[in-house]
C-alpha cells in the first residue's frame, strides 16, 4: 500500500486514541460536580485541538499529545483535590453562556435522530450548527467533533474494508452502529452546555 492507501487507517487509529481517552477521562471523572466536569473535560479537548492545529491538523501523532496529558485517573484524582494541572488552567473566566436558540436544540437532534434515519449526512449537519452556535466553548465544539466525527471515519474505513474484501452485511451494520453511537456520544457532551442557565442579572 502507498502512504496515500493507508492514511485513513492511520487517521481512524489516532481517532480511536483520542476517542478511548476521551471515555476513559469521562468514565474516571463520574464523582466529580458536574460543573467541575464539563471544566476539565473541556480543558483536556482544548489542549488536544490546540495541539492538533499545531501539527497542521494531522492527528497520526496523537500518542504524544496523549502522553502528554498524563493518566486520566490521575487528571481526575488531580481535579478532586482542586488542582487542575497547570497546563490544563484556564486563564480567563468564560463570559455567561447565551441563552440557547432554536438552532441549537435542532443541532442535538441532528446529532440523535439524525444519526439513525440518515447516518452521516445527519450527524455532520448537526457538527456545523453547533460549530456556528455560540452556545458552546471551542472545546466542547472540538470533543463533539471528535467523538462523533471519529467513529465516521472508522465507519468509513469498515465500509471500504467490506467492500475490498467481500465481507457481508456484518460490516455494513458495524459501521452504521459507529456512525449512530459517535452522534449520540457528541449529544452528550453538547447537552449540559445546552442546559446551563444564565446567572440572574443584578442591578
Known amino acids: 500500500m502507498s502512504g496515500s492507501d493507508t492514511a485513513p487507517l492511520v487517521q481512524a487509529q489516532a481517532d480511536v486514541l483520542v476517542l478511548d481517552y476521551l471515555a476513559a477521562?469521562?468514565?474516571?471523572?463520574?464523582?466529580?460536580?458536574?460543573?467541575?466536569?464539563?471544566?476539565?473535560?473541556?480543558?483536556?479537548?482544548?489542549?488536544?485541538?490546540?495541539?492538533?492545529?499545531?501539527?497542521?491538523?494531522?492527528?497520526?501523532?496523537?500518542?504524544?499529545?496523549?502522553?502528554?496529558?498524563?493518566?486520566?485517573?490521575?487528571?481526575?484524582?488531580?481535579?478532586?483535590?482542586?488542582?487542575?494541572?497547570?497546563?490544563?488552567?484556564?486563564?480567563?473566566?468564560p463570559a455567561p453562556?447565551?441563552?440557547?436558540?432554536?438552532?441549537?436544540?435542532?443541532?442535538?437532534?441532528l446529532l440523535t435522530a439524525g444519526s439513525v434515519i440518515l447516518p452521516g449526512a445527519g450527524p455532520?449537519?448537526?457538527?456545523v450548527l453547533t460549530t456556528t452556535s455560540p452556545r458552546w466553548t471551542p472545546g466542547v465544539k472540538a470533543a463533539a467533533w471528535v467523538l462523533a466525527a471519529g467513529p465516521m471515519l472508522i465507519a468509513m474505513v469498515v465500509v471500504l474494508g467490506s467492500v475490498m474484501f467481500g465481507a457481508g452485511p456484518e460490516g455494513l451494520f458495524l459501521?452504521?452502529?459507529?456512525?449512530?453511537?459517535?452522534?449520540?456520544?457528541?449529544?452528550?457532551?453538547?447537552?449540559?452546555?445546552?442546559?446551563?442557565?444564565?446567572?440572574?442579572?443584578?442591578?
Open 97 to 109: 453562556a447565551p441563552a440557547s436558540s432554536g438552532a441549537d436544540y435542532a443541532a442535538l437532534a
Open 124 to 127: 455532520l449537519a448537526g457538527l
Open 25 to 93: 477521562l469521562w468514565a474516571a471523572t463520574d464523582d466529580l460536580e458536574p460543573e467541575l466536569r464539563d471544566e476539565l473535560m473541556a480543558a483536556v479537548a482544548d489542549f488536544i485541538a490546540v495541539r492538533r492545529q499545531g501539527q497542521g491538523g494531522s492527528m497520526d501523532d496523537a500518542a504524544p499529545i496523549l502522553q502528554r496529558l498524563g493518566p486520566p485517573a490521575s487528571l481526575a484524582a488531580a481535579a478532586r483535590r482542586g488542582r487542575m494541572p497547570a497546563h490544563l488552567r484556564r486563564l480567563a473566566v
Open 175 to 203: 459501521a452504521y452502529a459507529l456512525m449512530v453511537i459517535g452522534g449520540f456520544l457528541a449529544a452528550i457532551t453538547l447537552l449540559p452546555g445546552l442546559t446551563t442557565r444564565r446567572p440572574p442579572h443584578r442591578s
